[in-house]
């Protein structure tokens, strides 16, 4: 379902990676590695539609994505590296918002249920800025457990400041949307144990 083909980027006068190719299709996961500076955020962006490759062309079912628009961001949810979460709002303010964003509804038990999973149950009301980063990373990530109906999960990052428990959960919820014939892409330096075998790698260097 989604296809990406000879790939290139360019941050000014420097290229950070070309030739990039791959195919992913329902319950496949891919994992993007290499060192900071090497583009793994970047290749994320791209193909989250947020920004323009130098050379290639990226595919959803077929269609070129730079056309496809918004049709193609209702398919997919991105959780970059900053959490995008604002310090006035609650954490369930956040989470409804980012919702809405996205361009779906949620209501007060759905989100209610999202944050307990997440383990902020006992914080959905507290404004973000009295959160620690772990916490916040939880707000952010707690977009996952609403989002079953939505095809393609890009993560940058995910497993970044959060506890083992934490962690577990986000494993066990990546796992959920894969065994459901979801498609993940997602960055990490973290050895993590994702229960599918439909697993590519890129390593970009």
């Known amino acids: 379902m989604l296809e990406a083909r000879d790939l290139a980027c360019e941050r000014g006068d420097v290229r950070l990676f070309a030739g990039v190719s791959f195919a992913l299709a329902a319950g496949e996961l ?3 590695q290499g060192p900071n500076g090497s583009g793994k955020t970047s290749l994320l962006r791209l193909v989250a539609g947020l920004s323009r490759p130098a050379a290639g062309d990226i595919r959803w079912t077929g269609e070129d994505i730079r056309k496809l628009r918004e049709n193609y961001a209702r398919e997919l949810l991105f959780v970059g590296h900053a959490n995008a979460v ?3 709002f609650s954490a369930d303010e956040n989470l409804a918002v980012a919702r809405e964003l996205a361009g779906r509804k949620s209501t007060p038990l759905e989100r209610a249920d999202a944050l307990e999973r997440i383990g902020l149950a006992a914080r959905a009301r507290l404004p973000a800025r009295y959160l620690s980063q772990g916490q916040k ?4 990530l707690a977009r996952l457990c609403l989002a079953a109906d ?3 999960w890009i993560l940058d990052e995910p497993f ?3 506890d083992a428990r934490a962690l577990a ?3 066990a919820l990546v796992d959920e949307h894969l065994a459901r014939g979801g498609m993940a892409i997602l960055t990490t330096h973290q050895e993590v144990a994702i229960a599918t075998r439909l697993r590519h790698v890129i390593a970009l260097d």
């Open 160 to 162: 970044a400041a959060l």
């Open 169 to 171: 959960t986000v494993v």
């Open 86 to 88: 604002k310090d006035e």
């Open 30 to 32: 891919l994992l993007v």
């Open 150 to 152: 939505t095809p393609l």
């Open 137 to 140: 990373r939880r707000v952010a």
